[in-house]
């Protein structure tokens, strides 16, 4: 028989002093505790900062430079993680390879639990050597207990392969220690029912996701101002949006934004560039591959190329 860790003094096991009396509060204070203990999920954002932002801005030199951006992890984790990455190509128009996220069990525990495979942590570093990690990438290893051996293992391979490693968990440093290159410490306390952290933790994590790929895209010149200026046009709720940042940015009319979104192949970036340079489709396109797809400093190089009447 294998000797069972004890995890009860970890952070996300313990008892909440809010929430003893669960089964005999009314809907109405159920809501209410929730949305209290829900604050902490902001608070412990806003505690991780500088993580957060370290985080964002050595991920997008990693990706300028080819790299790709991982997840990895269990259970509401693992879930999170892969949530976050299949979100990038509709937002961002980024090819599916560039963020990825990997989830113990496959795609199968996306729908079906699958949590006894988070022991093994010989799968994570088969996850990782399946994906010829390389020194360029990016490994964000999720686990909300800090404990989880599929993401230990998964990490620890990528390091050995020079890869940069994220360790994310929401319990301390002196519960859980982890030498990764940047440690995110995401601390929102016992959960209203203990031990359940698809709740706190899991909204944290969620959020602290949400900030890292946004920011790392915004590094990567996916977005211009606050618009989403490479989305990816593949319905109607997509080329509406389009086409209204085509109008807020160039005062066209919706009829002539739709003309200018054809004329650049549904690439909303381009159509901008078109608009404010007068460069045809092919010109517009070599001018944003020699600024890295960044549209402002296209915009810029153009100016400044322009001779002066």
């Not at 990706?63 to 993680?81: D, K, M, P, Q, V």
């Not at 113990?104 to 699958?114: D, K, M, N, P």
């Not at 890869?163 to 940047?182: G, K, L, N, R």
Request: proline residues 3%; negative net charge; contains cysteine.
């Amino acid at each position: 028989m294998t000797n069972l860790q004890e995890r009860g003094h970890l952070l996300t096991e313990q008892v909440n002093p809010n929430s003893l009396n669960l089964d005999q509060l009314s809907s109405l204070e159920l809501v209410e505790l929730f949305n209290n203990e829900d604050q902490k999920a902001i608070a412990a954002i806003a505690a991780a900062k500088i993580q957060l932002a370290a985080a964002i801005e050595r991920t997008a030199d990693r990706l300028h430079e080819g790299g790709r951006l991982f997840y990895i992890g269990a259970g509401t984790s693992g879930r999170l993680g892969v949530l976050d990455a299949a979100e990038c190509p509709p937002t961002f128009c980024t090819p599916p390879e560039l963020v990825q996220g990997i989830i113990a069990g496959g795609a199968g525990a996306l729908v079906r639990s699958s949590e006894d495979l988070e022991d093994r942590a010989e799968d994570g570093e088969s996850a990782i050597a399946q994906r010829q990690i390389t020194q360029l990438d990016v490994v964000v290893g999720i686990t909300a207990g800090g404990t989880t051996p599929y993401v230990h293992g998964a990490l620890n391979a990528a390091r050995q392969r020079g890869a940069m490693t994220i360790f994310m968990a929401c319990v301390p440093a002196e519960q859980v220690d982890f030498d990764a290159d940047i440690d995110i410490r995401l601390l929102t306390g016992p959960e209203i029912l203990a031990g359940s952290t698809r709740l706190k933790a899991g909204t944290v994590t969620k959020l602290a996701l949400n900030i890292l790929s946004t920011g790392v895209m915004v590094k990567l010149g996916k977005v211009y101002g606050n618009r989403m200026v490479d989305v990816a046009v593949t319905n109607q709720k997509l080329r509406d949006r389009a086409l209204r940042i085509l109008q807020d940015f160039t005062g066209l009319s919706r009829e002539a934004a739709g003309f200018l979104l054809e004329r650049s192949g549904k690439w909303v970036k381009l159509a901008l560039l078109m608009h404010w340079t007068d460069l045809d489709k092919e010109t517009g396109e070599q001018l944003l591959a020699a600024q890295q797809g960044n549209l402002r400093a296209a915009v810029d190089s153009y100016k400044q190329q322009k001779p002066t009447d």
